[in-house]
């Protein structure tokens, strides 16, 4: 019993890499002091690190082991979606009570490998400890095979500003979750993209290669803080028609603009469309649909037609350190 | 002030880079979803993640903001010495109180800055949030300059065991620390190694390139405990004499073994050299002792000789998930 730790190790290593055999580009896996990777000649590599801690990013009494697995993994694929990239693989920091080995983790470890089989991304390396509460860091490892990498500061004036799928019903999933009981039928769907958000990877190479977008971000914090993000990283503002968002039809449509405003973990990609390119720009890829919310500015303000009036926009999305 | 995480990466992005322009491998650091690094053609990649957390790792009130900053990235780094490789850039994850944000992180990042420019591992990523207790994750990467890694596997029957440096005074560092008084001047070089290790990254790549060595890993969690995993890991067994550990001059011989064999956070490297090689070792690499410490056996019994005696070496270094 004294190499509980390195047993642990093994445990996640043996749980997460079992289906996922055979990939040459893994030298050295789990088990030494570090993992060996052999990157693909000339194409520049994608790193990016997200946390997911329990009390903070997830909740204990709501979020089941395997959705922690899957979100923690696939919250941080969605910065390489971002990119326009392909994930590779990634590391896990993992702290936990010792009371937790068994059967959280094994639904944990279970959700981790799904989203790592479905992600095309593969568990490399780790480090685990002991602590009262789970926390939970990854790295993700990715590459860009489109020429150019899609950044937050390539947003001019005149652009149209679009989103993939709908906004804010991971939101409402997260409040129905929280709640006891008179869960309505029709939430299961919002619940589910609270827990098993769906990275927009296969989207975001596909506008970085075809060349439609002139920049790009995913959405986690919420649209009105995410979208200050991208004018401040390209020097514009924006103005947003709320008629024209892509709102859940699973609330009162009041409560639904609000959501798709300010609701977090959507983890759907936001872009901008040079005015030239929007024409050959189809309205779904592959079933996802693709909405123009409305267009870039000059100056640097963020604003929103709410009732027929023009009005700013506040960033009213998650932010971990604004004073309460 | 609604933009509070976005300026402390801001922070954390300035400071880090300051005094590191101009890294043409970097082709874009913090600031956007994820960072793009290119990699050097045909050369593996070595990953690796590291928690450092308040009370796990260190002790907020005996280890100073700088030293935290320091130890961080120096004990990841020291996981890439480990397999001969050579640092080259990290990703940060960094929970924090709102409290701290001010003199403590500053502290934090000058010490970080320093460790990353004498490291040569430049800060490209991170994530940031808000929480009672500071937590960090480090992920480092590296490259292997050698044709081959050092990994902890290739130990075999007959080869020597060697570790670099002086084994047990971080450890004796610690309980000096957290002492509130009396702390003897004679004490300050070892509260120095626990504050401030430097992980072997010279010698490691020298091993690595001379072919010198045929395994290798870092001591972090304590000799007794890292030879256990080395020679699991190489299918063999050891045996240790305790006449010639290199142990610390600073506290009686009998305890200045004690701390050896099980104290914590050398950071030092233990490497294994087949027989044939032996002669060519030097005895010292860049004023660095290397000693010659036990012989790898066939079977798996981790001995060492104590008192005249031959006995099984119990691991007692640092495992977080050991029942207490």
Not at 150 to 178: K, Q, T
Not at 260 to 268: C, F, R, S, V
Request: proline content about 5%.
């Amino acid at each position: 019993m004294s190499e509980r730790e390195s047993e642990l190790m093994r445990k996640i290593g043996n749980s997460a890499v079992a289906k996922n055999r055979g990939n040459r580009r893994v030298l050295l896996g789990i088990g030494d002091d570090a993992a060996l990777w052999s990157p693909k000649q000339k194409r520049p590599m994608i790193l990016t690190c997200d946390w997911f801690l329990e009390g903070t990013h997830f909740l204990p009494d709501n979020h089941p082991a395997d959705a922690v697995g899957w979100k923690c993994l696939a919250r941080a694929v969605s910065d390489i979606a971002a990119m326009g990239g392909e994930p590779q693989c990634f590391v896990l920091s993992l702290a936990m009570p010792m009371i937790l080995t068994g059967k959280w983790l094994s639904g944990f470890l279970s959700g981790l490998r799904r989203a790592a089989r479905t992600l095309g991304c593969e568990l490399v390396g780790g480090d685990t400890t002991r602590r009262d509460e789970v926390l939970i860091s990854v790295t993700v490892i990715g590459e860009l095979s489109a020429r150019k990498a899609l950044l937050r500061s390539g947003a001019r004036p005149g652009d149209a500003v679009y989103v993939s799928g709908r906004l804010g019903e991971a939101e409402w999933g997260l409040r129905m979750l929280r709640r006891k009981s008179g869960i309505a039928k029709v939430a299961k769907a919002a619940i589910r993209k609270q827990l098993y958000p769906q990275p927009r990877v296969e989207l975001g190479r596909w506008l970085a290669r075809k060349g439609f977008a002139s920049a790009m971000m995913d959405l986690s914090d919420g649209l009105s803080t995410d979208l200050a993000r991208l004018c401040a990283a390209s020097g514009v503002g924006v103005l947003i028609e709320d008629d024209s968002l892509p709102v859940t039809s699973l609330v009162a449509r009041r409560k639904a603009r609000e959501l798709a405003l300010h609701g977090g973990d959507d983890y759907e990609l936001m872009f901008t469309v040079p005015r030239n390119k929007e024409k050959s720009l189809p309205r779904r890829f592959k079933g996802l649909p693709l909405t123009r919310i409305g267009e870039i500015t000059r100056g640097g303000k963020v604003l929103h037609t709410c009732g027929g009036k023009t009005v700013p926009l506040h960033a009213g999305g998650w932010d971990p350190f604004r004073e309460k």
